[in-house]
């Protein structure tokens, strides 16, 4: 065995990113442990990965307790589409609070390194904008997004409690918006609602007047941010921005997937979910200067690498 090679615990491994970094971290000659209780996740993400000797895959839910032995833990495990974590907002609650138990205990005992893969969402509907990590958001807690937004703000706080009380080696990723193939078809998130509406040239529903803004960064960009928190010294323990700045109307999204999938599409409208923010940009200057990361990917480009993916798929189905 190389002595580079690290064994790496990826929870949720088999959903969208998480699929995407067990695929990274084994081309990168690592032994990676990928586990998921397929809630959004599916066996089909991590199919071509099953004869590789150093992948293995668990059924496993967070809520409760893991016995492994491994170095590093990237905690992914938890809904992240708004659809998804609202069908049963009380487990979403608990896969985050106390699955970030579970695995913290384990980091603790195994004295291996642990990333959370927190979210903007924790800056709610900021009035601070682009948002740094030093703002405090503006988060409705008992609202509609509230099991995920205070479900990942809560797991936080554990992060930070277990490195005070235990020293535990703790790195906090606060992702943005992401997009890629892989995405769900039906899970309900805006780029793939979108992509799927326009191949199939049905209306694409923009929800509210699509003024509203995200930044959306492609899914190769995000998984080497992780990659490069996670190999900071135990001085760094974030919370770090990872995402897009490149800001954009989702109408204006609307209209490119139009225009690249040459689509027939109309664009209409549909209510605005409660609570849905109405801005959302990362500021990167801490990832910039403290990983010397950026993201590389142009929407366009991750655009049509995702098109060219959901195609593959609709024409398979
Ligand atoms: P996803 O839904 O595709 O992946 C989540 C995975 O976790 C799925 O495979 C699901 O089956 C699994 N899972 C859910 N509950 C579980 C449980 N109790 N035990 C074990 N596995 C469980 O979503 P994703 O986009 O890949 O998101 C991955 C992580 O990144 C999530 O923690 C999410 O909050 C975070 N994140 C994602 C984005 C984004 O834009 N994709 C943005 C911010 C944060
Ligand atoms: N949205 C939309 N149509 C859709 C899905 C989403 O207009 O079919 C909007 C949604 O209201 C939000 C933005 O797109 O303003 C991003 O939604 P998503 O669910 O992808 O993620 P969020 O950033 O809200 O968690």
């Known amino acids: 065995m190389p002595l580079t090679r690290k064994r790496i615990l990826i929870t949720g491994g088999a959903g969208f990113l998480g699929s995407h970094l067990c695929e990274r971290l084994l081309a990168e000659g690592n032994d990676i442990l990928c586990v998921d209780n397929y809630f959004t996740g599916r066996k089909d993400n991590i199919a071509h990965l099953l004869g590789n000797k150093n992948f293995e895959a668990l059924r496993h839910d967070v809520t409760f307790p893991l016995y492994v032995e491994v170095d590093e833990i990237y905690n992914l495990a938890c809904p992240a589409s708004p659809v998804?974590?609202?069908?049963?907002?009380?487990?979403?609650?608990?896969?985050?609070?106390?699955?970030?138990?579970?695995?913290?205990?384990?980091?603790?005992?195994?004295?291996?390194?642990?990333?959370?893969?927190?979210?903007?969402?924790?800056?709610?509907?900021?009035?601070?904008?682009?948002?740094?990590?030093?703002?405090?958001?503006?988060?409705?807690?008992?609202?509609?997004?509230?099991?995920?937004?205070?479900?990942?703000?809560?797991?936080?706080?554990?992060?930070?409690?277990?490195?005070?009380?235990?020293?535990?080696?703790i790195k906090i990723a606060r992702i943005f918006n992401t997009y890629g193939p892989r995405m769900h078809p039906n899970d309900g998130r805006v780029v793939s609602n979108f992509i799927v509406q326009a191949l199939r040239n049905k209306d694409i529903a923009l929800y509210g007047d699509g003024s509203q803004t995200r930044a959306?960064?492609?899914?190769?960009?995000?998984?080497?941010?992780?990659?490069?928190?996670?190999?900071?010294?135990?001085?760094?323990?974030?919370?770090?921005?990872?995402?897009?700045?490149?800001?954009?109307?989702?109408?204006?999204?609307?209209?490119?997937?139009?225009?690249?999938?040459?689509?027939?599409?109309?664009?209409?409208?549909?209510?605005?979910?409660?609570?849905?923010?109405?801005?959302?940009?990362?500021?990167?200057?801490?990832?910039?200067?403290?990983?010397?990361?950026?993201?590389?990917?142009?929407?366009?480009?991750?655009?049509?690498?995702?098109?060219?993916?959901?195609?593959?798929?609709?024409?398979?189905?």
């Open 84 to 169: 998804h974590y609202q069908f049963d907002p009380v487990q979403t609650t608990k896969t985050s609070v106390i699955g970030a138990i579970n695995m913290l205990g384990l980091a603790k005992r195994i004295g291996a390194k642990i990333l959370q893969s927190s979210t903007s969402e924790v800056y709610g509907d900021p009035t601070v904008h682009p948002q740094p990590e030093d703002y405090r958001g503006n988060v409705n807690p008992f609202g509609p997004r509230a099991c995920y937004d205070e479900g990942k703000r809560c797991a936080e706080t554990l992060f930070f409690d277990y490195r005070r009380q235990h020293k535990t080696r």
């Open 216 to 317: 959306f960064c492609y899914v190769d960009d995000l998984v080497d941010g992780l990659i490069r928190l996670m190999a900071t010294g135990d001085d760094v323990t974030g919370p770090v921005n990872i995402g897009n700045p490149h800001e954009i109307p989702v109408r204006a999204l609307a209209e490119r997937i139009v225009a690249l999938t040459h689509s027939a599409s109309r664009l209409v409208h549909r209510p605005l979910p409660q609570d849905d923010p109405m801005q959302r940009c990362p500021d990167i200057t801490l990832a910039r200067t403290m990983l010397g990361w950026e993201p590389a990917v142009a929407l366009d480009d991750g655009l049509r690498r995702t098109i060219a993916y959901f195609d593959d798929l609709l024409r398979a189905a």
